[in-house]
Nanobody, 119 residues
Framework: VQLLESGGGLVQPGGSLRLACAAS????????MSWARQPPNEEPEWVSG???????YYTASVRGRFTISRDNAKNMVYLRMNNLKPEDTAVYYC??????????????WGQGTQVTVSS
């Protein structure tokens, strides 16, 4: 299993980024996928998930600002982040599973991509 994230960077408050995760080594089209993040000096937290049928889920703090999507033909999952806030600063991880419980059970994570929101 490989999960490779990209797209992080430094952005000003109110800005946007799109994260991408390239997946391989497992039946991607039948797997639920998630994005999780770990802010500095804090525990990891689940951010968003997408089922294999495209149903999406979000934690309350990002709902309305973030959009998760997937492209099963390319084995890719994306996270579009709009109206970014300083509290969104974190290392963002792609993971197998559609919820915090599932990703802990599956325990497959990418290496992470840093997102820093600062003026």
């Amino acid at each position: 299993v490989q999960l490779l994230e990209s797209g992080g960077g430094l952005v000003q408050p109110g800005g946007s980024l799109r994260l991408a995760c390239a997946a391989s080594g497992f039946p991607f089209s039948s797997a639920a996928m998630s994005w999780a993040r770990q802010p500095p000096n804090e525990e990891p937290e689940w951010v968003s998930g997408i089922d294999n049928d495209g149903t999406t889920y979000y934690t309350a703090s990002v709902r309305g600002r973030f959009t998760i999507s997937r492209d099963n033909a390319k084995n890719m999952v994306y996270l579009r982040m709009n109206n970014l806030k300083p509290e969104d600063t974190a290392v963002y991880y792609c993971a197998i599973g559609g919820s915090w419980q599932e990703i802990k059970r599956e325990d497959y994570w990418g290496q992470g991509t840093q997102v820093t929101v600062s003026s």
